[in-house]
């Protein structure tokens, strides 16, 4: 139910064979591309994105590990400047258009 939906339920349970193998072929058409997880929940949330097209998930993970390699990832080794450290103990929480 819509309920279900909004607590989290999980969308794996009772999944039909078909959307399985949906599942398995996505998992295997980019086995060879850095992921941040490997788990079916991971998955599955770009194949119910995509209304559980295939062709449409793949391309949309691939868009996405791309955007996060390039502007992403590379930003995860930056350390906040000291006066940021000292007066935001908890770390930085997004940042400006300028960067």
């Given at each position: 139910?819509?309920?279900?939906?909004?607590?989290?339920?999980?969308?794996?349970?009772?999944l039909s064979p078909?959307?399985?193998?949906?599942?398995?072929?996505?998992?295997?058409?980019?086995?060879?591309?850095?992921?941040?997880?490997?788990?079916?929940?991971?998955?599955?949330?770009?194949?119910?994105?995509?209304?559980?097209?295939?062709?449409?998930?793949?391309?949309?993970?691939?868009?996405?590990l791309k955007f996060?390699?390039?502007?992403?990832?590379?930003?995860?080794?930056?350390?906040?400047?000291?006066?940021?450290?000292?007066?935001?103990?908890?770390?930085?929480?997004?940042?400006?258009?300028?960067?």
């Amino acid at each position: 139910s819509a309920t279900n939906d909004l607590l989290g339920a999980d969308p794996l349970i009772g999944l039909s064979p078909e959307k399985k193998e949906l599942l398995r072929r996505l998992r295997e058409s980019v086995a060879d591309l850095d992921k941040p997880d490997d788990s079916d929940h991971y998955y599955s949330r770009w194949l119910i994105a995509r209304k559980w097209n295939l062709e449409k998930a793949e391309n949309m993970l691939k868009t996405h590990l791309k955007f996060r390699k390039e502007f992403v990832d590379p930003n995860q080794d930056w350390t906040p400047p000291e006066v940021i450290q000292k007066f935001f103990p908890g770390g930085c929480f997004g940042e400006d258009r300028q960067g």
